[in-house]
């Protein structure tokens, strides 16, 4: 017995449909991978990169871990990074955030997690340095829904704040980081106004010589 059979059947059916509308699709996109996206997003499971924003595989280089956090000793997320800007010269790098996400109120509980408590304490640094902002909220859903933000603009510093994008911004590459948020109970992608297209954009202390 084939185990989780659903899944096979739903794939058959799901190549079906893209070839009956392409029926070269497959073959082209085995021929090359030339994205112009990269994601960086949350794992959750209701925040599919490309069906939230309908686009069709090959076109988003997507990574994606708790909380979509890119830190600076994550040599996974730093790899992806570097081989999206670097290999794939993707012009566009995404970080986007969700509402309601269980890795933020995770953060703000004083409660044990386990491994992932670790994790989550560069999520309670977002909240140290906004603290007096968060705290103002007028209402703890208020409240997530600020740090849930907050974090997406932190990661995008952090994404400005690599070497692979400042390199690339050095050569004239163009390439810009975006913060985005996702509110899962309406389907709607929202702009936090948060781009940077170019090394003076950033502090002059975060960038490399």
């Not at 103002?136 to 704040?161: G, S």
Request: with cysteine; aromatic share 8%; charged share 20%.
């Amino acid at each position: 017995m084939q185990v989780l059979k659903k899944f096979f059947d739903n794939n058959k059916n799901w190549a079906a449909e893209i070839k009956k509308g392409d029926p070269d699709f497959f073959t082209k996109l085995a021929s090359q991978q030339s994205p112009e996206y990269l994601w960086i997003g949350c794992a959750d499971s209701r925040v599919p990169a490309n069906e939230i924003v309908n686009m069709l595989p090959g076109e988003i280089f997507v990574h994606r871990n708790i909380a979509n956090v890119v830190v600076h000793t994550d040599l996974n997320c730093l790899s992806v990074i570097q081989y999206a800007v670097e290999v794939l010269k993707v012009k566009h790098i995404i970080v986007c955030g969700h509402y309601d996400c269980g890795g933020i109120t995770a953060a703000l509980e004083n409660s044990e997690h386990g491994l992932i408590d670790n994790w989550l304490r560069h999520i309670k640094d977002v909240y140290r340095f906004h603290q007096e902002e968060i705290d103002a909220q007028p209402n703890e859903k208020a409240r997530l829904d600020r740090l849930c933000e907050l974090n997406v603009v932190e990661q995008v510093a952090n994404v400005c704040h690599t070497t692979m994008v400042q390199n690339a911004w050095k050569s004239g590459q163009p390439l810009a980081v975006h913060g985005w948020i996702y509110r899962v109970s309406d389907g709607i992608l929202r702009d936090l106004n948060v781009c940077t297209t170019s090394i003076e954009e950033i502090s002059r202390i975060q960038r490399i010589a």
